[in-house]
């Protein structure tokens, strides 16, 4: 193996091991972190404005962590969440389900288990923004299909040079857009799957 190879490898190697290992709390604030003014939360560049109280019972159809990217500082992990009829694992069971790049998608074989406007407006992408490192812990802790219960903030956050991350509002909407960007106070699991 040559030099320049080596040098590539060991660089690769340390890289991945601060990203993961030695980088603490990636995306984690504790309450003392954040700097509240006007109702305003100000924290590690970011400020965060709250927009509704978000809060239910919800069954995890997916999970996915993330570690790269601007999103990844703040949120480290997007549930895919469902409520209702996606809540229920004779439903959802039938789904193929899984999640890339902040994106939830599902699909079905022959005909879909419920209305496709159903499944559409009972599950969404959720980025977890945990409120300090207890919730991190448990969010970490949560497997795909447990059924949860959340309590929070849905939110948007700014960055001083305008880029900007803007949870949905709506249980009804769809595409780009539609995921709910959630801090996360509270968290407990209701029944392991």
């Not at 006007?38 to 560049?45: E, K, P, R, S, T």
């Not at 977890?128 to 949860?148: R, V």
């Not at 960055?159 to 249980?171: F, I, M, N, P």
């Amino acid at each position: 193996m040559s030099g320049f190879l080596k040098y590539i490898l060991i660089f690769a190697l340390g890289f991945a091991l601060w990203s993961y290992w030695l980088k603490p709390d990636k995306g984690i604030s504790d309450a003392a972190d954040y700097q509240t003014v006007g109702g305003l939360h100000q924290f590690q560049g970011y400020s965060m404005t709250h927009l509704e109280p978000y809060t239910g019972e919800f069954r995890v159809l997916s999970k996915e962590n993330y570690n790269f990217g601007r999103e990844s500082e703040i949120s480290p992990v997007d549930f895919a969440l469902g409520w209702g009829a996606m809540a229920n694992p004779e439903v959802y069971k039938q789904l193929s389900i899984s999640q890339s790049n902040r994106w939830y998608y599902w699909r079905y074989e022959n005909a879909p288990p419920i209305p496709v406007s159903e499944i559409s407006t009972h599950s969404a992408n959720t980025h977890l923004i945990p409120a300090n490192k207890a919730i991190a812990k448990q969010l970490a802790q949560i497997d795909q299909d447990n059924l949860i219960y959340l309590k929070g903030q849905l939110v948007e956050v700014k960055a001083q040079d305008g880029w900007t991350w803007r949870s949905s509002l709506s249980r009804e909407d769809t595409g780009g857009g539609a995921c709910e960007l959630m801090l996360v106070e509270e968290v407990r699991v209701i029944a392991k799957s």
